[in-house]
């Protein structure tokens, strides 16, 4: 039986609904909203919403339940789960367990019955804030979680016959980049987002997606000034993006409520191709701030803020959004060729 709980905003604002698996433990996190219809295994597994409240705003989560496979990392990376209906019964011949008891094996909540449109739309006009998930209707403080780290503990090689080499560095990289990357005749080069591998030989980069504000990796941006320096190919997604711009002289700006959702439309700058796009992330580039030699390689045309940016004459190239996203569009899994075609 689930009994009443409650999310508490950190401006005071309060939403009412129901809880599953609550274990009498308050949970706090940034609360943010995904708009994808499909894809809840994926998003609830993607590093990139380590230490953060998940609300899917797509009305009914769960109805093709859970494969034990091809998750996004080995665990489940959110906070707590916020949905406006959950699916206990899945339909999909392959499900191996429904949301909830997957959910429940690692003591995530859900609290469900929540007019998920209703808190969107504050989210959308307030920004994503702090939030704390309790069964009690009584005021809490409620802060923002400190940041965590998510990396490898070590270097670890894939295809070490081949002979060209890429240094994936790990900020919280996602299963399906690898899985992308080492279909090409390369080895890679896993480390830790502060392991310094400029001194070793290598063909190319590749900065991986991550949580949290991209100003708190120091360590991975003085490495990167020093790999750019190198001039061998840098191919920087998501955070990785955000890691390039701030390794090369630019800023960042923390967006109002983020890019999270599988349709997000992406023009190439200055040509008539556009992208539809997977993305996650809460902060992106200021264009201002780019310095000479780099130019936006990308534009998100919902709110015109930069999803990619590229060095006119070095090969060093970014984008914000997902080119691996699986579920998702694949429009833009070209770029994995064009990365590996420069080394």
């Given at each position: 039986m689930a ?14 609904g129901?809880?599953l ?8 996190g940034?609360v943010?909203?995904n708009?994808?219809m ?14 953060q ?10 109805n093709?339940?859970?494969?034990i496979k091809?998750f ?15 699916s206990?019964?899945?339909?999909h011949?392959d ?11 690692q003591?995530?909540p859900i ?13 959308r ?19 923002q ?5 998510i ?9 070490p ?14 299963e ?8 090409y ?8 987002h ?7 030989p ?10 949290g504000d991209?100003t ?7 490495i990167?000034?020093?790999?750019l320096k ?11 993006s955000?890691?390039?711009g701030?390794s ?7 967006l ?11 023009k ?7 992208y539809?796009?997977?993305q ?7 264009e ?28 060093f ?8 996203a ?7 899994a070209?770029?994995f060729?064009r990365f590996?075609?420069s080394?």
């Amino acid at each position: 039986m689930a009994e009443l709980g409650y999310i508490h905003l950190s401006d005071g604002h309060i939403f009412s609904g129901n809880l599953l698996n609550w274990n009498n433990h308050f949970v706090t996190g940034e609360v943010v909203f995904n708009t994808s219809m499909a894809g809840y295994v994926e998003s609830l597994t993607d590093p990139s919403y380590s230490n953060q409240i998940l609300v899917f705003t797509y009305p009914l989560i769960g109805n093709y339940g859970v494969q034990i496979k091809d998750f996004e990392s080995s665990k489940i990376q959110v906070k707590g789960v916020i949905l406006s209906q959950i699916s206990l019964h899945p339909s999909h011949e392959d499900s191996t367990v429904n949301l909830r008891q997957w959910l429940k094996s690692q003591n995530i909540p859900i609290l469900y019955n929540i007019d998920t449109r209703a808190l969107t739309l504050h989210l959308r006009s307030k920004g994503v804030m702090a939030g704390l998930i309790t069964n009690s209707l009584n005021k809490p403080t409620v802060s923002q979680p400190s940041h965590k780290f998510i990396s490898a503990q070590k270097p670890k090689i894939y295809n070490p016959k081949s002979k060209k080499k890429i240094i994936l560095v790990d900020c919280g990289v996602k299963e399906n980049i690898i899985k992308s990357i080492i279909k090409y005749d390369a080895q890679v080069i896993q480390v830790p987002h502060d392991y310094d591998y400029t001194n070793q030989p290598y063909d190319g980069v590749l900065l991986s997606n991550g949580p949290g504000d991209p100003t708190s990796y120091q360590a991975t941006i003085e490495i990167t000034k020093k790999a750019l320096k190198n001039n061998k190919p840098i191919f920087g997604i998501c955070l990785g993006s955000q890691i390039m711009g701030l390794s090369s002289g630019a800023k960042t700006y923390k967006l109002r409520f983020g890019h999270r959702g599988q349709n997000q439309p992406c023009k190439v700058e200055n040509s008539d191709r556009c992208y539809v796009t997977s993305q996650n992330h809460g902060y992106a580039l200021d264009e201002k701030t780019l310095p000479k030699g780099w130019r936006v390689l990308f534009r998100n045309l919902n709110d015109n803020s930069i999803e990619g940016i590229e060095h006119q004459t070095k090969p060093f190239f970014s984008v914000q959004f997902h080119p691996e996203a699986k579920p998702g569009p694949t429009d833009t899994a070209w770029l994995f060729e064009r990365f590996v075609k420069s080394l």
